[in-house]
């Protein structure tokens, strides 16, 4: 592979999901080390864990043992596995200050605009930090008209989206293509609309998958 390969990524996630960090990051590192082997469109696509979650939200622990069943002992392990993969990657879980799950729906319908104005990849940071980081509320307006403008994108326009329903048909639209078409986890990593990569998988495993993908193409 003498020249640059280009690659479509489309990142199929959700705001609360702490593997989607992981994945995110991962990914981000296998395409620093393919250097200049590698150039990546990145574009997140929208995908709701909890759709049915109210604006208040819900006890994360509660949710997890109603959800998945899982015990507070399990629930615990779980969150230490993500800690140390997430230390790994240079990003600090603080899962003792995430202590409810909410309704990302708005969240998204956010990302969307941002990702039209060239600043999606910068917001979507600023909402994993903000939520898994400092504990925020990804549903609360006033969250995310400050991470938004801290991003660099307008906060009067982002807090007029918010207030109305702009971008929500567009955000349900992508939600049922990819259910459609069998995404029912996250994160889904779908390279050159046909390749798919799912979950937090290690640098390593990212990295010779875009490299094989590249040279294929």
Not at 183 to 191: E, F, N
């Amino acid at each position: 592979m003498s020249s640059t390969q280009r690659l479509k990524i489309d990142f199929v996630s959700d705001v609360s999901c702490p593997w989607c960090v992981i994945g995110l990051l991962a990914l981000q590192q296998a395409l620093q080390r393919l250097g200049d082997k590698v150039q990546a469109d990145l574009h997140f696509q929208p995908f709701e864990l909890n759709p049915q979650m109210p604006a208040e939200g819900q006890d994360i622990q509660q949710h997890l043992q109603e959800k998945y069943g899982s015990s507070p002992q399990q629930a615990a392990q779980v969150r230490e596995n993500i800690r140390q993969r997430g230390a790994e990657l240079g990003f600090r879980f603080n899962l003792q200050e995430r202590s409810r799950i909410y309704n990302t729906f708005d969240a998204h319908r956010l990302l969307h605009w941002a990702g039209l104005q060239g600043r999606q990849l910068q917001l979507k940071q600023a909402l994993f930090s903000a939520y898994f980081s400092e504990g925020g509320n990804p549903s609360s307006h006033e969250l995310l008209t400050r991470l938004a403008d801290e991003v660099g994108l307008d906060q009067a326009r982002a807090a007029q989206i918010l207030a109305g329903d702009a971008f929500a048909a567009e955000v349900r639209a992508a939600e049922q293509h990819y259910q459609e078409n069998g995404i029912q986890a996250v994160p889904a990593i779908i390279i050159n609309d046909r390749h798919l990569l799912q979950g937090g998988q290690p640098v390593e495993v990212f990295e010779r998958a875009l490299l094989q993908i590249a040279e294929s193409s």
